[in-house]
T-cell receptor, first 112, second 119 residues
Framework: DAKTTQPNSMESNEEEPVHLPCNHS???????IHWYRQLPSQGPEYVIH???SNVNNRMASLAIAEDRKSSTLILHRATLRDAAVYYC?????????????FGQGTRLTINP | NAGVMQNPRHLVRRRGQEARLRCSPMKGHSHVYWYRQLPEEGLKFMVY????????ESGMPKERFSAEFPKEGPSILRIQQVVRGDSAAYFC?????????????????FGSGTQLSVL
């Protein structure tokens, strides 16, 4: 799996938008960009994924740069429950089910 | 549809004992993954299994650790002769593995983990 680079930590305020960046300059044409998050004392949970176009779901939005060398996870209105470690991961597709390779992620702190 | 179920939630063992961690995947999922997370560290892949087959065990220590996913029943991660360094959170995940389906792209669903403490 290609490598991703994320800031170690970020801080934001409740009810404000949060933009979590991820650099993946060695991404290949078939790599999907996945985001997972891990809340304290829980297993990771899927947030969103995309290939080339921006994606929206009920949890977040994913903005992918035109050259695909970077992406940004957007939480539109952060709540205290969004405090977690956020992981940006590249998955090759289609190659069948494969393991996710987690990096260190970004620890997001939300201030009340 | 129940999520991925792991048990026990907490497991305490003394050095030299065996630890058995169980994982029941989501209904209809035939692929299971085990990860280990040491305190204040990231998740490290251990093993990926299909029913009755080990697909990728590149992250599994060569000694004392084994995993299985039988045709019937949960997946089991077994650690023999545990040592203090085995103390960690062990997470299991499952997936559908619809190859080539971008809609799912093999999303992994994780359990709440088993916290293993070795005294």
């Amino acid at each position: 799996d290609a490598k991703t680079t994320q800031p170690n930590s970020m801080e934001s305020n409740e009810e404000e938008p949060v933009h979590l960046p991820c650099n993946h300059s060695t991404i290949s044409g078939t790599d999907y960009i996945h985001w997972y998050r891990q809340l304290p004392s829980q297993g990771p949970e899927y947030v969103i994924h995309g290939l080339t176009s921006n994606v929206n779901n009920r949890m977040a939005s994913l903005a992918i740069a035109e050259d695909r060398k970077s992406s940004t996870l957007i939480l539109h209105r952060a709540t205290l429950r969004d405090a977690a470690v956020y992981y940006c991961i590249l998955r090759a597709q289609p190659q069948g089910a494969q393991k996710l390779v987690f990096g260190q992620g970004t620890r997001l702190t939300i201030n009340p | 549809n129940a999520g991925v179920m792991q048990n026990p939630r907490h497991l305490v063992r003394r050095r030299g004992q065996e630890a058995r961690l169980r994982c029941s995947p989501m209904k209809g999922h035939s692929h299971v993954y085990w990860y280990r997370q040491l305190p204040e560290e990231g998740l490290k892949f251990m093993v990926y299994l299909q029913k009755e087959n080990i697909i990728d065990e590149s992250g599994m220590p060569k000694e004392r650790f084994s995993a299985e996913f039988p045709k019937e029943g949960p997946s089991i991660l077994r650690i023999q002769q545990v040592v203090r360094g085995d103390s960690a959170a062990y997470f299991c995940a499952s997936s559908l593995n619809l190859q080539g389906d971008p809609a799912t792209n093999e999303k992994l669903f994780f359990g709440s983990g088993t916290q293993l403490s070795v005294l």
